[in-house]
């Protein structure tokens, strides 16, 4: 059973801050990793997808992946109350299978 | 662009009786998901469609639940009969690429209650 790990909070920032999401998974071959943003009573939301090692940068949000120690997170610098969400980690698994194993999501609340 | 459209949005049912969801992919799309997400969880695949063939199904229970995928664009997901267990939020996403590098795309989801 391949397994994405996630804390499910709440994460509770003010406004303003650095919110940081971890993520660990089991299966050492897993290829490519998404991160979804999910609202209350919403579908996800695709914001960000890394494939190789290091950070990647879109606006506020950078994802990390670290393929050696089997951990992706995301941070959102400058925190909006609107970021308050749950943010679910999908991990695709390596062997050729392209079905994405989702966490079962971090519950971020940004407070003014 | 359009997204991903589903109907009907909501469903209320009693157990035993049967129910369909219908989904509509993102222009161009081949694979199709469809999903079942329980609350306080991440969204499980029932089965993903690469065009018109059903290319990984093991998760679907297929005593009860059907589905298909006619030309390669819209889909129907069918349960019959549908049992308490079974309300939850069924999400169909779509894929431009078949690959590792599957960023999906959500529809807004039915939320199905099972009376």
């Known amino acids: 059973q391949k397994e994405v790990e996630q804390n499910s909070g709440p994460l509770s920032v003010p406004e303003g801050a650095i919110a940081s999401l971890n993520c660990t998974y089991s299966d050492r071959g897993s290829q490519s990793f998404f991160w979804y943003r999910q609202y209350s009573g919403k579908s996800p939301e695709l914001i960000m997808s890394?494939?190789?090692?290091g950070d990647k940068e879109d606006g506020r949000f950078t994802a990390q992946l670290n393929k050696a120690s089997q951990y992706v997170s995301l941070l959102i610098r400058d925190s909006q109350p609107s970021d308050s969400a749950t943010y679910l980690c999908a991990v695709n698994p390596g062997g050729g299978s392209y079905i994405p194993t989702f966490g079962r999501g971090t519950s971020l609340i940004v407070h003014p | 662009e359009a997204g991903v459209v589903q109907s009907p949005r909501y469903k209320i049912i009693e157990k035993k009786q049967p129910v369909a969801f219908w989904c509509n992919p993102i222009s161009g799309h081949n694979t199709l998901y469809w999903y079942r997400q329980n609350l306080g969880q991440g969204p499980e695949l029932l089965i993903r469609?690469?065009?018109?063939?059903?290319?990984?199904d093991s998760q679907l229970p297929k005593d009860r639940f059907s589905a298909e995928r006619l030309k390669g664009v819209d889909s129907t997901l069918k349960i019959q009969p549908a049992e308490l267990g079974d309300s939850a939020v069924y999400l169909c996403?779509?894929?431009?690429?078949?690959?590792?590098?599957?960023?999906?795309?959500f529809g807004p989801g039915t939320r199905l209650t099972v009376l």
């Open positions: 890394i494939y190789s090692n």
């Open positions: 469609y690469e065009n018109e063939e059903a290319v990984d």
């Open positions: 996403a779509s894929s431009p690429a078949s690959g590792p590098y599957n960023e999906q795309f």
